[in-house]
């Protein structure tokens, strides 16, 4: 299976689609919006690429998981937040223009930082000897990552008429493809799911759930607003599952369909605690109003 034209072809496919959609949503400005608000970038961004791996990793130790479920939940906790964090930061009523600004530097950001994470990870939970994400590798990371959002970028920028037409259909075939992926890791793993699911379930929950409580109360002992606070929040809570499996199932990348399993589970739990956050910050929010 991981030989098969889905992982090797399907699967890039499938994360250019995605990165295309958030390049459609971006502008020039959603990268510059970082000097307007230095201090909401560097503590959500300080916050997902230093504190959520610890976080992660003192999960992974407590629930001793097994190796390649340990790597995989290390994936996940360092890969960027995703597009669908704007879409629940609108629900709970925070600041979508943050939100976007987090997934567009975070985005960049992710092709040095993900490897790093993962390669140390390789070494701690499978050994000296585990073959990571070496710098023709990263490469490859950066491609599937940057370029189809460099393209959307510059076709919002020549085509904005079109960008716009185009940019709801391609949100919503994100969100097919990526239940499609979600489904195709869970059937090459079908044999030991259940057992991988009772492994790693809890641990996906606690780690959605403590992600998004870290990035709604950093931001606030920071002193940032409520609005502000919430938009880290789902930026820190929700992550790119695409990106994650791809780079777990890829031929060229990690190869490993075990790893992919925690990134699977994620996908689909993720979704209750998420939406009842966000509604519980709505509800918040017009209370206080």
């Excluded at 929950?205 to 606070?229: D, H, M, T």
């Excluded at 490993?256 to 509604?279: L, Q, R, W």
Aim: net charge positive.
């Amino acid at each position: 299976m991981n030989d098969s034209v889905l992982t090797s072809v399907l699967l890039p496919i499938a994360l250019a689609i995605i990165m295309l959609g958030l390049g459609l949503t971006l502008t020039v400005a959603d990268f510059t919006r970082v000097l307007k608000m230095p201090r909401a970038v560097l503590v959500a961004l300080g916050t997902q690429v230093l504190l959520l791996p610890a976080i992660c990793f003192g999960l992974v130790k407590v629930f001793d998981l097994a190796p390649a479920l340990a790597v995989g939940m290390m994936l996940l906790a360092a890969s960027p937040g995703g597009t669908t964090a704007n879409l629940f930061s609108h629900l709970a009523g925070g600041d979508v223009a943050l939100n976007v600004t987090l997934t567009a530097v975070n985005s960049v950001l992710a092709v040095i930082t993900l490897p790093i994470v993962v390669n140390l990870s390789l070494n701690h939970f499978l050994g000296d000897g585990q073959i990571g994400l070496q710098p023709a590798k990263m490469l490859q990371v950066f491609a599937i990552v940057l370029v189809p959002v460099a393209l959307g970028m510059l076709l919002r920028n020549k085509k904005p008429g079109f960008a716009q037409q185009m940019a709801r259909p391609v949100k919503l075939g994100s969100i097919l493809v990526l239940a499609l992926v979600i489904f195709a890791a869970i059937y090459t793993e079908r044999a030991n799911f259940l057992d991988y699911l009772a492994a790693v379930g809890l641990v996906a929950v606690l780690l959605n759930v403590l992600s998004l409580a870290l990035g709604y109360v950093v931001p606030k002992l920071a002193k940032l607003g409520e609005r502000q606070s919430i938009a880290c929040s789902m930026e820190i809570g929700i992550h790119n599952a695409t990106l994650a499996l791809t780079i777990a199932l890829s031929p060229s990348l990690l190869n490993n369909s075990e790893m992919s399993i925690p990134v699977a589970v994620y996908g689909i739990v993720m979704f209750i605690p998420t939406a009842a956050f966000a509604f519980y910050l709505s509800r918040r929010a017009g209370t206080t109003a």
